[in-house]
């Protein structure tokens, strides 16, 4: 065998050392043997090649010989059979563990394997131990985890093989399981291109993570003796940088199907991440679903939930949710804000997503959260519209089938009522009168009470009819689908359904009519459904009328656009129109305008309900209350320059304006002082949403 080191590094000592420092060197060696159970006949061995290596070397002609061998480029010991776990003994010992393990497996294996139960087998797998040992501690002081283990898996192998020294084996697996968080930090560190690596540590991660029961700990296992919770923690803050968002969400729900709690808040935390850095708004959903159904002690989810809700658009959802939190603390700063309270929960939201989500991903670095760039990206924005949408129609549906039916029932009790009415007085008008004859006074009672009835039943009907068909237009306008008056049926499904239901419950009202109505003559049944063809079509006639009138009473309203707000020309007028045009959208912002500055300035009071949201409306009347405290009043002058349409929906428009915009604020007495003017304009993005049959301006966002 051929040991690949030199004399010196056998005996310890440096190339250039003397004589006397060789000696000491040596006899030190000698005094010092291994004291873990190694052969007399191996220590033998050991101290006679130590005694040779130093004659050797304290011999100057035999020294300065090797010397020139060395020089030459001859390198490595050639030991006979009897000398060799001596050799592999003192490379041990010489500081060459991972060499040393090497050769001693090498020399276990066939066709060198030794005599079972011979001193040479029990020396060789000592040493096996020893060196595997060591190595991996080496390997470990360098940061080489991965290596380490596998020089003490190795080790434990060829114990295990061997069956023999059962307790240094478990002192080998200790040091392996002990191990393993390094290992794992290893192998996802490294390069992402080394994709068995990271696949590798990724399962132990999660090995490890379900043996101690859930990131929670429950279980108690190997790793409780030297893991414990806290260490824990701070090892997994260490990995979760180098795991990718997609990684972590696997994980984390992988993790929480096996009943840990804290692991599904973790998805949560990264499903948000995903759906914020990735531009993926769908996680967003994902995110809240996961929210809710959590129950962590001491979780206050409202807030959290509040702000995927203002990712969403969902303002007014958004800031129910906040006024909901426990946290009294939280609430009081929001009601004390400022500003307004959109701009709070922005704020809120902003911070808590560069400090709690968005940290500790190998994938994600954003420098900078920009909640402006979120919702004016394009696919954000028509994720959102789409959501509204889906939202409005499950709505709708809802509450007009639950109209549909309380307006079924109300006029079905009518209808009986009416008939036990009219089939009563036809009973009593064949009971005889006193002396066996009927007085004309009574028969004009009961042809008077019939017609009566039938005007009744001829209203009510017709009521009926009127309410169908404003649903129909409301049903209409929510879908955003243009019904021909040549076409029953159109796209959608539900109107499908709807006009069947509809058809067959008027087909069966007009049965009931013919039945409890039954003494009319056929020639009298005609009149009155021509009657009410007629009334029908007049009606339909007279809708047209109306809103050909209001259209044009709103277009003689309208101003010139060059004309200034100060003319004080704008009255609050309602937008019902089901797609309005810029021009109206203009009108509808400007007369927003001119009150606002007249409330402002106080000189009028704020009447708008008809156009704009209370939301807006109150956070108007405050910002008026704190000018009255600080008595103060702004004189703002706007002009509409430019307005252009961004996105329009059944149930949301939304525009941008270049608004030419000055403000001055002046103090009780009349004194300026400041005053703002934006050159060349403002940029403003107003939001128009439907509400009870009408547009309302909804939003707006400055600086856009």
């Known amino acids: 065998m051929e040991l690949p080191l030199d004399h010196f590094r056998l005996i310890g000592v440096s190339p250039s050392a003397t004589s ?26 050991r101290s006679e090649l130590l005694r040779l290596t130093a004659d050797l070397l304290t011999d100057p ?29 003192l490379l041990w010992e010489s500081g060459s563990p991972k060499e040393a393990f090497k050769l001693t497996r090498k020399a276990l294996q066939p066709p060198q394997t030794p005599a079972l139960g011979s001193s040479r087998e029990a020396d060789l797998t000592l040493l096996a131990a020893l060196s595997a040992r060591d190595a991996a501690i080496q390997e470990q002081e360098q940061r080489l985890y991965s290596n380490a283990a596998d020089f003490l898996q190795e080790g434990i192998q060829l114990l295990q093989r061997m069956g023999k020294l059962g307790e240094l084996r478990k ?10 968080p390094y290992r794992i930090l290893d192998l996802l560190s490294r390069d992402l291109n080394e994709n068995q690596s990271h696949k590798k540590g990724l399962g132990m991660l999660e090995n490890l993570i379900i043996k101690r029961g859930g990131l929670e700990g429950k279980n108690k296992s190997e790793y409780n003796n030297y893991l414990n919770q806290q260490d824990f923690e701070s090892f997994f803050q260490q990995i979760k940088p180098f795991l990718t968002v997609k990684e972590q969400i696997d994980l984390f729900l992988e993790l929480q199907k096996k009943g840990s ?13 995903m759906g914020f850095a990735k531009r993926k708004p769908e996680k967003l959903l994902e995110a809240r679903k996961i929210l809710k159904k959590l129950n962590l002690s001491g979780l206050d989810s409202m807030p959290l939930i509040g702000c995927l809700d203002l990712l969403l658009a969902d303002i007014d959802q958004s800031l129910a949710r906040f006024l909901s939190s426990s946290d009294d603390n939280l609430r009081a700063w929001l009601n004390n804000y400022p500003g307004e309270k959109l701009e709070a929960i922005c704020i809120f939201c902003k911070n808590w997503l560069e400090n709690d989500v968005l940290v500790g991903y190998r994938d994600i670095d954003l420098k900078e959260i920009d909640l402006d760039s979120w919702f004016q990206d394009i696919e954000i924005q028509e994720f959102i519209e789409q959501l509204e949408k889906n939202s409005n129609r499950t709505l709708l549906k809802s509450k007009l089938q639950n109209q549909l039916n309380y307006k079924t029932q109300e006029f079905q009790k009518d209808l009986d009522l009416n008939s036990a009415s009219e089939s009563n007085n036809f009973e009593e008008g064949r009971l005889p009168l006193p002396g066996g004859l009927r007085e004309d006074q009574e028969q004009k009672q009961l042809i008077d009470g019939n017609n009566q009835t039938e005007e009744t039943m001829k209203n009510k009907l017709i009521e009926f009819y009127k309410y169908i068909i404003e649903k129909f237009a409301e049903l209409k306008f929510n879908f955003g689908e243009t019904i021909q008056n040549n076409r029953l049926f159109n796209k959608s499904p539900y109107l499908i359904y709807l006009y069947a239901f509809l058809i067959l419950f008027t087909f069966g009202l007009g ?8 003494k009319n003559s056929p020639q009298e049944k005609e009149i009155v459904d021509d009657s009410f063809l007629i009334d029908k079509k007049k009606k339909f006639l007279n809708e047209d009328l109306n809103q050909n009138d209001k259209e044009k009473s709103f277009k003689k309203s309208k101003i010139n656009p060059s004309e200034k707000i100060s003319k004080k020309t704008f009255s609050v007028e309602e937008l019902k129109n089901a797609s309005p045009s810029l021009e109206q959208i203009k009108y509808l912002i400007n007369t927003w305008l001119f009150n606002k500055s007249n409330f402002l300035a106080g000189t009028s009071e704020i009447n708008l309900s008809k156009i704009v949201q209370n939301d807006l409306i109150n956070r108007l009347i405050k910002e008026r209350q704190l000018d009255i405290q600080k008595g103060i009043y702004k004189n703002i002058n706007t002009n509409i320059e430019k307005i252009v349409l961004l996105t329009q929906t059944a149930s949301r428009i939304s525009v941008a304006v270049d608004l030419k ?39 707006f966002i400055s600086g856009v």
Do not use: H, M
């Not at 006397?20 to 061995?45: C, H, M, S």
């Not at 002192?171 to 393993?180: F, H, I, Q, T, V």
């Not at 049965?511 to 039954?518: A, E, P, S, T, Y």
């Open 261 to 273: 709690s804290e692991a599904g808040f973790l998805a949560f935390l990264s499903l948000t991440a």
């Open 511 to 518: 049965i009931g009519f013919l039945r409890n109505n039954f």
């Open 61 to 89: 002609e035999s020294r300065r010989e090797y010397e020139n061998l060395l020089l030459d480029g001859a390198s490595g010991l050639d030991l006979s059979s009897n000398r060799e776990v001596a050799g592999l003994i």
């Open 661 to 699: 915009y000055s403000e001055k604020i002046l103090n009780k007495d009349g004194d300026l002082i400041n005053e703002t003017t934006f050159t060349p304009f403002l940029k403003v993005k107003y939001i128009l949403g439907f509400s009870n049959n009408s547009w309302k301006l909804v939003d």
């Open 20 to 45: 006397e420092e060789i000696l000491r060197a040596f006899q030190l060696r000698l005094d010092k043997t291994p004291e873990v159970g190694f052969t007399y006949e191996v220590l033998t061995q």
């Open 171 to 180: 002192n080998l697996e200790e040091d392996l399981g002990s191990l393993l």
